[in-house]
């Protein structure tokens, strides 16, 4: 991200509280940032949008650093996947308005693939972070899944009133407890004889298809890529 690009956004976090992820916002913010527009939308071709889209990866880029920085290895493992979800809110628990309105805008039809794909980044930086090196079908059941787990949080998160979100930490909680058990029930699987061809089967069906490795991450569930 570019010096322009951080100062636009650091401008925005005083517009979209009130005005949205909306041309206003960026706008404004591109006066406050003193970037010339043509440079801005350069940066930003959808304005606000692109903008919305930068302020999700900026903490992602965050909750990556946090991760590496961080000694995990005293935990238990579903410990450190709710650690990661709980940094990657505190990181932005002082821009809560602004990932309100961001939910609001990728709820829209027409951004529901940016939201999906940036929901999808922030799973794949958390089990990257904790030192994830499938490359198997769970490389998307692992990332899908706490896709899912992420999204109800933050959900749950931009409602709770609770002192320090404790409610919160505890929805969290029971999510991955819900997770766990799945986890659980796909060892029994492997694990049956009788099932046990079933989840090869799997297997070899994933091992043909390639793990999105890119910047980008541009394949999402659902989608593959043939063996060359």
């Known amino acids: 991200m570019t010096d322009m690009s951080d100062a636009i956004l650091d401008a925005a976090r005083m517009h ?24 801005a939308r350069t940066l930003f071709p959808r304005g ?11 903490g992602d880029q965050a909750l990556a650093k946090a991760l590496s920085a961080t000694d995990l290895s005293a935990l238990r493992f579903r410990e ?21 309105r961001g939910a609001t805008l990728f709820a829209l039809p027409v951004y529901a693939a940016d939201g999906a794909r940036l929901v999808w ?5 958390i089990w990257t972070g904790l ?16 896709a899912g787990v992420y999204s109800a949080t933050v959900l749950y998160w931009l409602g709770d009133q609770t002192e320090g979100h404790t409610a919160t930490w505890a929805f969290l909680d029971r ?22 061809p079933f989840a090869a089967g799997l297997d070899r069906f994933a091992a043909s298809v390639r793990a999105p ?7 999402l569930p659902g989608r593959w890529t043939p063996p060359a």
Request: no cysteine; hydrophobic share 45%; net charge negative.
């Open 16 to 39: 979209v509280p009130f005005d949205g992820w909306t041309e206003a916002s960026f706008v404004a913010a591109v006066a406050d940032a003193g970037v010339p527009m043509a440079d």
């Open 48 to 58: 606000a949008v692109d903008l919305a889209v930068a302020f999700h990866r900026r």
């Open 80 to 100: 450190r996947v709710a650690h990661a979800v709980k940094v990657r809110l505190d990181l932005v628990e002082d821009d809560k308005e602004a990932v309100r």
């Open 121 to 125: 980044e922030t799973a794949d930086v």
């Open 131 to 146: 030192g994830d090196g499938s490359r198997d079908l769970n490389w998307y059941t692992k990332r899908a899944t706490l």
């Open 175 to 196: 999510r991955i407890g819900d997770v766990m058990r799945i986890e659980e029930m796909k060892s029994k699987v492997r694990s049956n004889a009788l099932l046990k």
């Open 213 to 219: 490795r890119g910047a980008g991450h541009d394949d």
